[in-house]
């Protein structure tokens, strides 16, 4: 039970940190510094997140974002950047909740949480860029509070019940991923063209044609070839660095 608990809090940071890394670190740092929560002995890994650097580099980082969040289409520049740092940073409070595992626990642990890290940031990327079509900027500002609201509500939900805290985040990423995806698998086989904003009573079933013509593009070559790169240095490279901290940290 114990091991789920753990597995629970840390999907749980990298699932908030997908959405917010900064304002997850910065909050967590605060409520563990000034003593706000008492960490379980299981927890004690975290509470580095406490020191006053950490507490402040992050806490500048949330304030950048805090304002570039609320500015049309400078958030969706924000989160292109933020697409690699979030996973990491997700995979690396993961690693930071379970303490000492064994290896193969550590590598199984990163990826499950960098890729839930990815997926949460891939929904708030994708509604922000949807919300950067509309004229006024309250749209952006409204998302922006929801989304630090909801952070700061799933960092007390995770303290208080980690499990149902993940059960949580889990249905939240089946909804928001299990449709829309479903959805675009079904246009894709279409002829429907989102920039014409094409009428779906018109809309015509193509079969394959549109793969075809992806897969003759050598940009989604580049594109597959670049993502490979990151999946295969970028994931073990932060999880040597984090045991490495770890280590300097028992030191």
């Known amino acids: 039970m114990e091991k789920l608990d753990l597995l629970a809090v840390a999907l749980g940071l990298a699932t908030l940190a997908g959405v917010n890394l900064y304002l997850t670190v910065f909050a967590t740092g605060l409520a563990i510094h000034f003593h706000w929560i008492t960490l379980a002995p299981q927890y004690q890994s ?5 020191n006053p650097w950490i507490i402040s580099i992050a806490g500048v980082l949330y304030l950048l974002e805090f304002f570039a969040d609320k500015i049309p289409w400078v958030d969706s520049i924000w989160d292109a950047v933020h697409t690699v740092i979030r996973p990491i940073g997700g995979a690396l409070l993961a690693i930071q909740v379970l303490g000492h595992p064994s290896p193969a626990f550590t590598v199984i642990v990163a990826l499950l949480a960098g890729g839930t890290s990815l997926l949460t940031h891939t929904a708030k990327a994708a509604t922000r860029l949807a919300s950067n079509t509309s004229p006024e900027p309250i749209s952006n500002i409204g998302l922006s509070l929801g989304e630090d609201a909801a952070v700061l509500g799933g960092l007390t939900l995770i303290h208080f019940a980690p499990l149902l805290a993940l059960i949580v985040f889990l249905i939240a990423i089946g909804v928001f991923f299990a449709i829309p995806v479903f959805s675009a698998l079904l246009l894709s086989l279409t002829d429907f063209d989102i920039y014409a904003l094409a009428d779906l009573n018109n809309v015509r ?3 394959l044609q549109n793969y075809e013509r992806l897969f003759a593009n050598p940009l989604f070559w580049g594109a597959m070839r670049n ?7 970028g ?15 028992d030191a």
Do not use: H, K, M, Q
Request: proline residues 3%; hydrophobic residues 55%.
């Open 205 to 207: 079933f193509i079969g």
């Open 227 to 233: 993502t490979g790169l990151f999946a295969v240095l």
């Open 235 to 249: 994931v073990p490279l932060s999880i040597a660095a984090s045991r490495w901290r770890l280590r300097c940290c």
């Open 46 to 50: 975290l509470e580095v997140l406490g």
